[in-house]
């Protein structure tokens, strides 16, 4: 299986990993999980556990672009394993934004956010560019 596949796979992870940090904050600032209503409860976070929810969202929004960009290039039919190495990059990224983010180091988080949309950027052109030729 291609390497893009596993970290497409990962990335769907990614959410529910980080909704599970976010959990532990709402256990841990309210006491309980409000189950009847957890977005309600989600924005009264504040911290850490805000964080924790901001940067779930933005898991979702980059899973959006990344699986597009893996799904351009499977329907061009472009060696996946040439994607290897940005994909992996990516996800690096991914992983150390979210970090960031719960660290609240904003300048390192939108710069790892920059660079990873960079990747996906990257990854559409050199698809684009191999299926034009």
Same mark, same amino acid.
């Given at each position: 299986?291609?390497?893009?596949? $596993?970290?497409?796979?990962?990335? %769907? ?8 940090? =976010? ?7 309210? =006491? !309980?999980?409000?189950?009847? !209503? ?8 504040? /911290?850490? #556990?805000?964080?924790?929810? %901001? %940067? ?5 929004? $980059? &899973?959006?672009? +990344? *699986?597009?960009? @893996?799904?351009?290039?499977? /329907?061009? /039919? +472009? ?6 190495? @940005? ?5 690096? &990224? ?5 970090? +960031?983010?719960?660290?609240?180091? $904003?300048?390192?988080? $939108?710069? *790892?956010? =920059?660079? #990873? ?6 990854? +559409? #052109?050199? *698809? %684009? ?5």
């Amino acid at each position: 299986m291609p390497v893009i596949l $596993s970290v497409l796979f990962i990335m %769907a992870l990614m959410p529910i990993a980080v909704a599970w940090i =976010g959990g532990y904050y709402r256990k841990r600032q309210f =006491g !309980h999980f409000d189950n009847q !209503h957890p977005r309600l409860q989600q924005s009264q976070l504040t /911290g850490i #556990g805000a964080r924790a929810v %901001a %940067a779930q969202a933005n898991c979702w929004e $980059s &899973l959006q672009v +990344f *699986t597009v960009v @893996v799904l351009i290039a499977i /329907g061009a /039919g +472009f060696d996946l394993a040439r994607l290897e190495v @940005v994909s992996l990059v990516f996800l690096v &990224l991914r992983v150390l934004y979210v970090a +960031f983010y719960l660290a609240n180091l $904003s300048t390192l988080r $939108s710069l *790892t956010y =920059g660079l #990873g949309l960079l990747c996906c950027i990257y990854m +559409f #052109g050199v *698809t %684009a560019m191999a299926t034009m030729a």
